[in-house]
């Protein structure tokens, strides 16, 4: 069984910076991708970055630039840097992972864990 928990979130001004933390706890083989989403209670879950096997990643459009996705080599912490935060990344960030495919995946319906999720709050 896999366990993933967030760490890091917090409140911030806009144009600062915080970095996610997901502790991946459990027998996860090296073949998971894994993502990071968030979601409002107004809006639907949205893929923020995306990691695949073989190290490529994917980020949404309003992120690029802005947002980095990495991990640690034992693969056993994900991270997100998140630089030049708005007030439109106010939102809870999930981590997930999934074992189907070996892309960056943005879509929520292809990842099988999640974390619990960490509050993201950028203040104007």
């Known amino acids: 069984q896999v366990q993933l928990v967030e760490s890091g979130g917090g409140s911030v001004h806009a144009g600062g910076s915080l970095r996610l933390s997901c502790a991946v706890f459990g027998d996860m083989p090296s073949g998971y991708s894994m993502g990071w989403f968030r979601q409002t209670p107004k809006k639907q879950r949205e893929g923020v970055a995306a990691l695949g096997t073989d190290g490529s990643a994917d980020y949404a459009e309003s992120v690029k630039g802005r947002f980095a996705i990495s991990q640690t080599n034992a693969m056993n912490i994900l991270y997100l840097q998140m630089n030049s935060l708005k007030p439109e990344d106010t939102a809870m960030y999930y981590c997930?992972?999934?074992?189907?495919?070996?892309?960056?995946?943005?879509?929520?319906?292809?990842?099988?864990?999640w974390g619990q999720g960490t509050q993201v709050t950028v203040s104007s």
């Open positions: 997930a992972a999934t074992p189907w495919g070996a892309q960056p995946h943005l879509r929520a319906i292809m990842y099988k864990y």
